[in-house]
Every structure is written in structure tokens, then in C-alpha cells.
């Protein structure tokens, strides 16, 4: 990766960032980032040891394979709830942009893809029409309580990984899922690209939850036209350990998953989905 290439692309006068730092290692780029505690700030690491997902997950990046970084950004005042699901939907609509695909988005912060399945040789093959999700991308939102309140977005996106690299079998990449299908091929996917595209797709729909209730609706809709989870009967395990099970059927205004049991509508706001049957095929 180039760093004065990607400076010269996202920040002004070109772009919307003011610092991008390049690390060819580092702990974690999101710790790294509330250091900074500047808006629009941006760390990428080529190789992440120690990574921070929700829940205190930790994970490791494989260098060079897929893009790892973190974006500091003002936080809305209002809708702060919807700010790790307009995040997924910046890099949906990037990975769009890029390589004709169109993910679906997981409550609260995931973005999958289709899966192409592989032939009896091990080649891989044109997906079949209900292809399983994959997930190809992961964020996590830390929020900096400051005079002026940032965001910090943490992005771990899957794009150069085969099989062997990725840690479990539901996880996927650009690369695996193009197969044949993108607008482009595995091989000509750019890291670079991938990464301007989230970027400023990033700092628009961050942005945006800051407008008024009906102009920030647009993106409330884009939003719950591409989460798959919408429709779906899903399992939700809560921070607590305790799960609720039924028809996710609807996201609210703060950005909570609203699940039907068949006796009561639970208001979600936090907590791990699986979906135990999908509302529709998958994209």
C-alpha cells in the first residue's frame, strides 16, 4: 500500500481526512486511533496483532491480504445507535462500487456475501441460486466522550484471503466471492481502491445521521434494504449470555433490532444474530 497515494486520494483538498497514518504492524488500529482523538483521522495496519472486536474479541490480520483500519470521525449527536449500521452499509455500498457485488448487512455490524461453492474438483464454480453468506467484513464503534465527541470505526475487511487464510469456515473475502460474478476479477481487485471507496462513503453516511429526522431517513432506508436480517427468524444471544429467538421485524429510530417471539416484540440493542432462516435468498 502506498501511503502518499492514499493521502493524496482522501485527504482535502481531494478528499474529507486530515491524517492517514500507515503502519506496516501495530497492535490495534483502533487504539491507535483514540490516541490520535483528531476527526477524521485515519490508521490502517498492513499486519494487526491484537485487534479488537466486540464483545473483547481479539483477532489477528494476515498481512497484506486484507484492509485493516480505523476511521475517527464527529460524532452525531442524534441516531448514535445507527452509526455501526451505516458503517456496513459505507463498505456494502464500497464493495458494490468496486466489484459489482452487492452484500447483505447483519444486524447490528456485519456485511456478508454469497459464497461460491466448490465444484467436485475443488475449482470453484458459479454460486448456485441460495448461496450460504459468508462474512467478508467486521466493525466495531468505540465512542470518545471529548468537548467535541468522536467515533472511532474499526474496520477488518477480508479482500485478497483463500480458504486457508480465512479462521472459520463462515468467513469469506472479495476475492473468493467474486468468483466469477463482480464486475471485476479476483486478481484485479485493489486494496487501495477498496479502501478510498469505504472511506468516503464512511465520512458521507456518518455524516448524514446528523441531518434532520426526515433527511436522515434516506439512509435509514438504504440501510434496512440491504440487511438481511429484516424478515428473518434469527437468535440473538445478549451480553448477558440469555438469547431471544423469533422474526427480527424492523430497526428502530435509535438503531435497536425489534424481534417478534410470537408473544412480545423485543427491543434489541445489543447482542450477537444468527440467522436460523434467512427472509430471502441471499444476494
Same mark, same amino acid.
Given at each position: ?6 493521502? =493524496? ?53 494476515? =498481512?497484506? #491480504?486484507?484492509? !485493516? ?7 452525531? !449527536? ?6 455501526? #449500521? &451505516? ?11 468496486? !466489484? ?105 453516511? &456518518? ?13 435509514? !432506508? ?7 436480517? #429484516? ?44 440467522? &436460523? ?7
Amino acid at each position: 500500500m502506498d501511503p502518499a497515494r492514499l493521502i =493524496a486520494a482522501v485527504c482535502s483538498p481531494a478528499g474529507r481526512y486530515a491524517v492517514v497514518e500507515v503502519h506496516e504492524r501495530l497492535g490495534s488500529t483502533n487504539s491507535r486511533a483514540v490516541s490520535i482523538a483528531q476527526p477524521y483521522a485515519v490508521v490502517v495496519a498492513e499486519v494487526q496483532t491484537a485487534g479488537r472486536g466486540r464483545l473483547d474479541r481479539t483477532w489477528e490480520s494476515p =498481512a497484506g #491480504l486484507g484492509l !485493516t483500519f480505523s476511521a475517527l470521525l464527529p460524532a452525531p !449527536t442524534s441516531a448514535p445507535g445507527w452509526v455501526p #449500521l &451505516v458503517a456496513g452499509l459505507a463498505v456494502a455500498e464500497a464493495i458494490t462500487a468496486v !466489484t459489482g457485488l452487492r452484500p447483505a448487512l447483519k444486524w447490528p455490524n456485519d456485511v456478508l456475501i454469497g459464497q461460491p461453492q466448490p465444484a467436485v474438483d475443488g475449482s470453484p464454480v458459479a454460486p448456485a441460486p441460495v448461496a450460504p453468506l459468508g462474512k467478508v467484513c467486521g466493525i466495531l464503534c468505540e465512542y470518545l466522550p471529548l468537548a467535541h465527541p468522536l467515533v472511532v470505526v474499526g474496520i477488518g475487511l477480508n479482500v485478497h484471503q483463500q480458504r486457508p487464510d480465512l479462521p472459520v469456515p463462515t468467513a469469506t473475502s472479495l476475492a473468493l466471492a467474486c468468483g466469477g460474478r463482480g464486475a471485476v476479477t479476483a486478481q484485479e481487485i485493489d486494496r487501495e481502491t477498496v479502501l478510498v471507496e469505504v472511506l468516503d462513503r464512511l465520512a458521507q453516511r &456518518v455524516a448524514q445521521l446528523g441531518l434532520p429526522p426526515p433527511e436522515r431517513e434516506a439512509t435509514y !432506508t438504504a440501510y434496512r434494504q440491504q440487511c438481511a436480517t #429484516l424478515g428473518s427468524l434469527v437468535t440473538v444471544t445478549l451480553p448477558d449470555g440469555s438469547a431471544v429467538t423469533g422474526t427480527a421485524v424492523a430497526v428502530d429510530a435509535d438503531g435497536a433490532l425489534l424481534v417478534d417471539d410470537g408473544w412480545q416484540v423485543h427491543t434489541l440493542r445489543a447482542g450477537d444474530v444468527t440467522h &436460523v432462516r434467512p427472509a430471502r435468498d441471499p444476494i
